[in-house]
């Protein structure tokens, strides 16, 4: 995987680690090919862990891939060295003139929320109808996906009872093959990890949209409009394997009201270490969004890239 990203950015040693391929800046430059320019807006408080998260999640691919790193100016990330942030991510007044073959806006701890009381709405908002026509396809991970799914289209999200907390069995919804889910078992696990859900019945009265996958228990996992231009993603498939369990303990720690993830821990005891059963799921995933939507369909000039006409 020639996955090109910024020189000395933490997730490099800790993906060489892995014994997964990496490629600085510096020899990205030597490469005599068109790589693909991905965009990553990065909602989450620990960047570090979902960058690293992210470009593991990437990085099975032959192709190579420029990564760019975003955060929201309107709201200043409390988690995050100002130092890094400065080093490694930029502005959305720094790229809105470049065009981008693919784009991925992460999840938000902000679901309790209204979508218009979150501080940074309006300029997510911004970049949400930027990338109509300046990034060719946009995957939208868990409350990413509720944001564009209720700005691009309306549909609105719903409070659970109690937070969608596990790794849960899915399977494949739509009735023809889909490119996004080649290669997958008949049935694959995803960890969830939300308050809030999106509808199935919402999503069917819209026209531009299809629901590709869903779970029995934790409901729609993947959507997407009818061009594969916006994919939506309801879960954390690019979640590492101890991701549920230091969410568990960090609530436990505060107090909060939370119960053991399903399906996580052998035995459902806490104590246990957990396994991971999304590891190849996840890397099909990503590996399918960036070849069949994005190399196989973004222009060779990027700056070509068009809004699709609404059905």
Same mark, same amino acid.
């Given at each position: 995987m020639p996955i090109r990203i910024p020189n000395n950015l933490p997730a490099t040693g800790i993906l060489e680690k892995e014994r997964i391929f990496v490629m600085t800046e510096d020899r990205a430059y030597t490469q005599d090919i068109r790589?693909?320019? @991905?965009?990553?807006l990065n909602l989450m408080p620990n960047k570090i862990a979902t960058e690293t998260q992210l470009l593991r999640a990437l990085s099975n691919?032959?192709?190579?891939?420029?990564?760019?790193?975003?955060?929201?100016?309107?709201?200043?990330?409390?988690?995050?060295?100002?130092?890094? @942030? &400065?080093?490694?991510?930029?502005?959305?007044?720094?790229?809105?003139?470049?065009?981008y073959d693919g784009m991925i806006i992460t999840g938000a701890p902000v679901e309790l929320m209204e979508f218009e009381e979150v501080a940074y709405w309006d300029e997510l908002c911004e970049i949400m109808d930027w990338s109509k026509t300046h990034v060719y396809s946009t995957l939208h991970i868990c409350w990413g996906a509720q944001a564009g799914l209720y700005h691009h289209y309306g549909i609105p999200k719903y409070h659970l009872d109690?937070?969608?907390? /596990?790794?849960?069995?899915h399977s494949m919804t739509y009735t023809k093959p889909v490119k996004l889910f080649r290669g997958f078992d008949d049935y694959f696990y995803v960890p969830h990890s939300r308050h809030t859900e999106v509808r199935k019945a919402d999503i069917e009265r819209h026209p531009n949209l299809r629901i590709l996958s869903e779970s029995e228990e934790s409901g729609v996992y993947a959507i997407s409009?009818?061009? /594969?231009?916006?994919?939506?993603?309801?879960g954390h498939s690019e979640y590492d394997v101890n991701t549920l369990r230091d969410e568990y303990f960090r609530d436990l720690n505060k107090g909060l009201p939370i119960e053991v993830p399903k399906n996580y821990f052998?035995?459902?005891?806490?104590?246990?270490?957990?396994?991971?059963? =999304?590891?190849?799921?996840?890397?099909?995933?990503?590996?399918? =969004? @960036?070849?069949?939507? &994005?190399?196989?369909?973004?222009?060779?000039?990027?700056?070509?890239?068009?809004?699709?006409?609404?059905?």
């Open positions: 790589p693909l320019h @991905l965009l990553i691919s032959p192709l190579q891939v420029n990564i760019d790193l975003l955060y929201t100016a309107s709201y200043h990330p409390k988690h995050t060295a100002t130092e890094h @942030l &400065v080093k490694f991510y930029e502005t959305f007044s720094d790229v809105k003139n470049r065009f109690k937070k969608m907390f /596990g790794v849960f069995e409009d009818l061009s /594969g231009r916006q994919i939506f993603i309801t052998p035995n459902d005891d806490p104590n246990e270490t957990p396994h991971m059963n =999304w590891r190849s799921s996840s890397t099909l995933l990503f590996m399918n =969004w @960036l070849n069949y939507y &994005v190399y196989q369909e973004t222009p060779f000039d990027i700056s070509t890239i068009s809004e699709v006409p609404k059905a």
